[in-house]
């Protein structure tokens, strides 16, 4: 979980890496040696809208 | 994503619990002085008897459906399905127990802590809770039960629940540190102690009723502490947006989360995103800044990054799918994805 909290904080602070993830996440995945998970979650996480909620609530 | 299970699929099974919990009530109402106000509690939005209308995105008696359909899936027998309710309905009991007190020792507000008070409300949250322990330890009567070597519920919900009390503990205490003491990684750790541990304790309780094998029990248990941790999450991060929009931002909040500077996960990512991208640095020795609130942008940030950990735990659940269809010989029925929350679009 923290890969995935590094690897957000770093697309919001860098354009390229965010259309990446959005648009590619495997090769995100492939070029910085992270597991499928981390980077689809982080990819989700920012095409979220923002109306969208959780599962739970 | 799913948006949650307020679906009518799960209608039947409703129907099913609710019988059940009725006449456990109707006895307790007769036997006991708390039995009436069990009968508010237990019908609060969300709850298994909620008259109000459902919730969108969560059934009503979510806390019973969960092992019931984790059963029903580990079930080899027809003959479990007295048993497998049994459990459904102590879990909804004691989770309820678990909600109000929890409410209680947060002091937020419902209807049903208006209607009866604190003191009746914490009575009947008590008498909730053992009587859920008590369904458990009659299930686990070696005259009810199917066969001697299934493990004894009773244990199963005690482990779970001292470890739970443990990381709401932790949770009260972190209240009153600094902001500056408290990491994500622990703070990932309070959830999972406080949170991860009921859902996880939920699931263990139904692959024990129906003597699932040890690896199917642990594939299903770690599903519920990553389930139990992504909706802490959520939860948390949904107050934080509510927050936001209802005040127009952050300077005049009145109440829960931030005025209590609870360390949720949100709002220490927050914290740190204040310390590292204000320039000049804003004051973070409050969550206000003593007058000085710390930048919008921040908690915005902080949600998009506590989303993405809400994220991955719901991703991590759904990737023990595979290896709990191979050990079952099963493809999981969609109301199980449903109820659980894992039916993710990656």
Partial sequence: MTAVLTLVRSAQDDDALREALISAP????????????????????????PAEHGVWY | MSNGGGSEQ????????????????????????????????????????????????IPQGFWGLVPHEVAQYCATSSQDGLRIRRVAVACELLLCALDYLDELEDDDSSDT????????????????YQSALQILADLDDPAQRSSASLPPLAGIASEELRLAMSGQHMDL???QRPWNEIDPEECVAIVEAK??????????????????????????????????????????????????????????????????AKKTYPLILAY???????????????????????????????????WAGAIFHRLSAAALVDPIERL??????????????IDIDA
């Fill in chain 2, 10 to 57: 799960f209608a039947g099974v409703q129907a099913l619990l609710r019988d059940d919990l009725r006449a456990w009530l109707a006895h307790a109402k007769a036997t006991y002085a708390w039995g009436a106000d069990a009968g508010v509690a237990l019908s609060a939005p969300g709850k298994l008897l909620a008259t109000a209308a459902p919730s969108k995105r």
């Fill in chain 2, 113 to 128: 802590r208006a209607f009866l008070g604190d003191g009746r409300l914490l009575n009947c949250a008590t008498a909730l």
């Fill in chain 2, 195 to 260: 949170s991860g541990s009921l859902c996880r304790m939920v699931c263990r309780l139904a692959c024990a009723v129906v003597g699932a094998s040890g690896q199917l029990t642990a594939q299903f248990a770690a599903i519920g502490s990553h389930v139990g941790i992504a909706a802490q999450l959520e939860n948390d991060i949904h107050d934080l947006e509510q927050e936001i929009a209802a005040q127009g931002g952050i300077q005049s909040l009145k109440k829960t989360d931030l005025a209590r």
């Fill in chain 1, 26 to 49: 495997e090769k995100v995945a492939q070029d910085r040696h992270l597991p499928v998970l981390v980077v689809q979650a982080a990819s989700l996480a920012l095409q979220r809208d």
């Fill in chain 2, 272 to 306: 740190q995103n204040t310390l590292q991208k204000s320039s000049p640095p804003v004051d973070t020795t409050d969550y206000r800044g003593q007058g000085q609130p710390w930048p919008l942008q921040a908690y915005r940030d902080a949600i998009q990054q506590a």
């Fill in chain 2, 328 to 341: 079952r010989g099963m493809a999981f029925p969609p109301r199980l994805h449903e109820i659980l929350g």
């Fill in chain 2, 173 to 175: 205490l972190a209240e």
